[in-house]
């Protein structure tokens, strides 16, 4: 596999495939407005780029970067590529790309008390396969609850929330966004 990145305002071809992932990827609940990400591509730190092996697309991730941390705030692999490797060789770049950063991100809550348990479990065990370690922290956004990967170290939530205020100012405001420390 020949992994790269494009940011999303240069990569005009996949535009709307990238859209439409997005939306299919993540639950209502999970997702901030598709306009918010796109307003926010257009700043230094943040990443918004399309994932590519070769010429073909692949998928799309989501980083926001902050002093020394890059938060994988979204990852998606397409549909039909799914299964083949993909993922791990899209985070494995990420790896490279912010090196000596600590890289993290978010996972729903793996606990025996959702019904999807089993999508869960097999979610953490593929970030896991893909270099990421728990932190042993949980964070808290809206009303879900997540249990965050990351390589190189822990995050603060003191760091989080400055992280998270760089991406969406004073919106930040009116949700609970926070890391609940084990």
């Not at 996972?107 to 042993?136: H, M, P, S, W």
Request: glycine fraction near 8%; aromatic fraction near 14%; charge should be positive.
């Amino acid at each position: 596999m020949n992994i790269h990145f494009l940011e999303i305002k240069k990569d005009k071809a996949h535009s709307e495939e990238i859209k439409k992932l997005y939306h299919s990827a993540f639950p209502s609940d999970e997702r901030a407005p598709y306009r918010m990400l796109m307003r926010g591509a257009k700043k230094e730190n943040i990443d918004f780029l399309s994932c590519h092996d070769g010429n073909e697309w692949i998928g799309m991730i989501y980083v926001v970067n902050y002093l020394d941390m890059s938060y994988v705030f979204y990852f998606a692999v397409d549909d039909k590529k799914r299964g083949k490797g993909y993922g791990t060789a899209i985070l494995r770049a990420a790896q490279k790309k912010y090196s000596g950063r600590r890289l993290f991100l978010a996972i729903e809550e793996v606990d025996e008390k959702y019904d999807n348990y089993k999508q869960r479990t097999d979610r953490l065990k593929f970030y896991e396969r893909a270099g990421f370690i728990r932190t042993g922290q949980k964070m808290q956004e809206g009303k879900v609850i997540y249990d965050l990967m990351g390589i190189g170290g822990r995050v603060s939530n003191k760091e989080y929330r400055r992280l998270i205020r760089s991406f969406a100012g004073l919106v930040l405001l009116f949700f609970t966004m926070r890391i609940i420390e084990d």
